[in-house]
């Protein structure tokens, strides 16, 4: 039978899932502006970055859950409410819209597979290199 849950941490829960999605928003609106600075503009490079930091975070997070060293209430605060707010995936298809639509499907394939790719990547090495430092 399931743990009885109170209405009070309920509550809790949703305002910290909360509060942690509106701070992963601000730093992913930090962290495109810092990689379109640094890239000369490139929006969908940004969004790449992003996405794969946070399904990297997100393979790593999983790993301390899997051994254990995160509870379930860490791991829902963090990656649904960081992480969730951090990565982006209506604007990683938005922008595989636009460059499909302007002609450049070159690029929006590229922009696709190379987001799947490194996203999955990614997060599987996360986990793997936190699961043998464990």
Known sequence: MMAEISLHSMFLMVF??????AAGSVARHLATIMVTRFTGG???LATLAVNVTGSFLA???G????????????????VV??????TTFSTWIMQMV?????GDYSGAFYNLSGSLITGTIA???GFYLI????
């Open 81 to 86: 409410g960081f992480l969730g707010g951090f």
């Open 123 to 125: 997060a599987v090495l």
């Open 16 to 21: 910290l899932v909360f509060v942690a999605g």
């Open 98 to 102: 636009v460059q499909f639509e302007n």
């Open 131 to 134: 699961m043998t430092l464990l």
């Open 59 to 61: 393979g790593a997070i």
């Open 63 to 78: 790993a301390l859950a899997a051994a254990q060293y995160a509870d379930t209430e860490l791991v829902l605060i963090v």
């Open 42 to 44: 490139s929006a969908p």
